[in-house]
C-alpha cells in the first residue's frame, strides 16, 4: 500500500502512539498508510524554535518537504510549575543528551527533592502539526495537568510518564495502559483536534493547487 501520510519523527513510541491515536479518527486510514521519518530515511532537522510550535512546524515542514507527501509532526515536553515551565522545549535534552530518559527524570527528581508534594504542579504540552507539500499548515496544542512523584513508578510510555500523576489519578501515566494514556494525554487531545484536518487533506488524496494561508498559530 502506498504511503498516504508520514510522521515526522524517530521515535517507536512515538510513532505506535500517534497511530493507535489517528486511525480511527481519519476515515479509511490504514496501518499501512503511515509511515514514519526513519521507514523513509529522512533526516531529522535542527529544531531551533522557542516554542513547542515553532518547533512541530519545522520538523513537519522539513519532512513535507523532503517526503513530497502530507507531514504530521508534534513537539512536546513537560512544563513543572516551580521551575517556570522548563523543562519546556528543552525536555529531551534536559540531562544533557537527547533522548536518555532516565538520566532526563533522574535529574528532575534530584531538583525537585525539597520540592514539597502541594508545590510539585505540572503539566505535559504538545503541539501537533500538519503541513501539506503546497503549503498548508495547521497547529493544535493540547495538555495533561498534574503533580509529580517524587520516583519513577510504571513501565508503560516514555520520557516523563512514570512521573506525572494525572489530576484525579493515584497511577503516574506510565501505570496507565496505552488506551487509558492516549484518552487524556496532551499528545491525544492535540492529535483528536488535529486529525478532521487530516482528514481533509487525505480526502484530497494529496490534489496539488495553489497553497493557501497557513492557518497554523
Known amino acids: 500500500m502506498t504511503a498516504r501520510l508520514v510522521l515526522a519523527t524517530h521515535n517507536a513510541h512515538k510513532v505506535a502512539e500517534l497511530r493507535a491515536v489517528l486511525e480511527p479518527l481519519v476515515p479509511d486510514l490504514d496501518p499501512g498508510d503511515i509511515v514514519s521519518a526513519a521507514d ?6 535542527t529544531e531551533d524554535g522557542v516554542t513547542f510550535e515553532q518547533n512541530a512546524l519545522i520538523k513537519a515542514r522539513a519532512i513535507a518537504r523532503a517526503t513530497g507527501l502530507p507531514a ?9 510549575d516551580v521551575l517556570g515551565g522548563a523543562p519546556g522545549i528543552f525536555s529531551a535534552r534536559w540531562a544533557g543528551s537527547h533522548g536518555d530518559d532516565a538520566a532526563n527524570l ?20 504538545c503541539a501537533a502539526a500538519l503541513v501539506t507539500p503546497d503549503g498548508r499548515e ?19 510510555g516514555f520520557g516523563y510518564d512514570p ?22 494525554s496532551h499528545r491525544g487531545k492535540a492529535f483528536r483536534a488535529l486529525a478532521p484536518h487530516v482528514a481533509r487533506v487525505l480526502a484530497d488524496d494529496g490534489a496539488s493547487g495553489p497553497a493557501r494561508e497557513s492557518d497554523a498559530r
Do not use: M, W, Y
Not at 164 to 183: D, S, W, Y
Open 138 to 156: 495547521h497547529v493544535e496544542l493540547g495538555e495533561l495537568r498534574g503533580t509529580l512523584a517524587t520516583a519513577p513508578r510504571g513501565s508503560n
Open 163 to 184: 512521573v506525572l500523576v494525572p489530576e484525579g489519578e493515584q497511577r503516574t501515566c506510565a501505570e496507565l495502559t496505552p488506551a487509558q494514556k492516549n484518552a487524556i
Open 72 to 80: 504530521v509532526a508534534d513537539d512536546s515536553g513537560l512544563a513543572v
Open 40 to 45: 523513509l530515511g529522512a533526516p531529522s532537522p
Open 106 to 125: 533522574a535529574l528532575l527528581l534530584d531538583q525537585l527533592a525539597d520540592v514539597p508534594a502541594a508545590h510539585r504542579g505540572a503539566r505535559f504540552v
